[in-house]
Each structure stands twice: as structure tokens, then as C-alpha cells.
Nanobody, 127 residues
Framework: QVQLAESGGGLVQPGGTLRLSCTASGRTMTKSVMGWFRQLPGKEREFVAALKWENGRPYYMESVKGRFTISRDNAAKSVFLMMNNLQSEDTGVYFC????????????????????WGQGTQVAVSS
């Protein structure tokens, strides 16, 4: 059974930094994508960043490019989201997500495409 265990999150001032972690268990990472979504207050869940396990190639939503960096630890089956220069509009619940059976040319971003989810971790940006 696949499980995604998240850690990180918390309260930070505007301009601050947080790092989220997510570790997968129960399945090898072959042909998978792991990434992060967020749900801002009163809004639907949205894609933030992900990477393809076969080549480590990351991709991001436009508004976080240059501020957020997704990376991985192959051996630990973990992904990390380093979030720099956080702003109040980044406040929300962040979810780790994973999808298997991804073909080389596809970079999934829709929440409905991801079959496995972490429990969510709160990120609050406030002075």
C-alpha cells in the first residue's frame, strides 16, 4: 500500500523560507511523478511543482518559478520543496502527491491525475 508521509510547514514571516518533505513507501518509483499541490483559503487545490522520477526533471506553476525549488533523494524516495521569499498569498495547505504509470512525454498537473496524497501540511505566511 502506497503511503506518502509529509513533514515541514509552519508559520513564517513574509520573505521567509520553509522546506517541505515527502517520503513515499510501498512501491518503487519507476515511471512515477511526485510533487506538491496547495489549497489556498477558499480556493480549489492547485498544482505547485513536481518532478519525473525517471529523469529528475522538475516543472512548476508560473507564480512560484524562481522562488520554489523541488528536489529529490532517490534512495530515500523523498521529494523536497524549498520555498523562498514566501508571501502571504502562499498561505494554505500543501499536499504531497504521486502518480505512477507516467509516460515520458507527459507532465501531469491536474489534481485528478494523481492517485496518492499525503495528509497535508499547513503553511502560514504572516507578519
Amino acid at each position: 500500500q502506497v503511503q506518502l508521509a509529509e513533514s515541514g510547514g509552519g508559520l513564517v514571516q513574509p520573505g521567509g523560507t520553509l522546506r517541505l518533505s515527502c517520503t513515499a513507501s510501498g512501491r518503487t518509483m519507476t515511471k512515477s511523478v511526485m510533487g506538491w499541490f496547495r489549497q489556498l483559503p477558499g480556493k480549489e487545490r492547485e498544482f505547485v511543482a513536481a518532478l519525473k522520477w525517471e529523469n529528475g526533471r522538475p516543472y512548476y506553476m508560473e507564480s512560484v518559478k524562481g522562488r520554489f525549488t523541488i528536489s529529490r533523494d532517490n534512495a530515500a524516495k523523498s521529494v523536497f520543496l524549498m520555498m523562498n521569499n514566501l508571501q502571504s498569498e502562499d498561505t494554505g495547505v500543501y499536499f504531497c502527491a504521486a502518480k505512477w504509470g507516467v509516460i515520458t512525454s507527459h507532465y501531469p498537473q491536474a489534481a485528478a491525475e494523481f492517485g496518492y496524497w499525503g495528509q497535508g501540511t499547513q503553511v502560514a505566511v504572516s507578519s
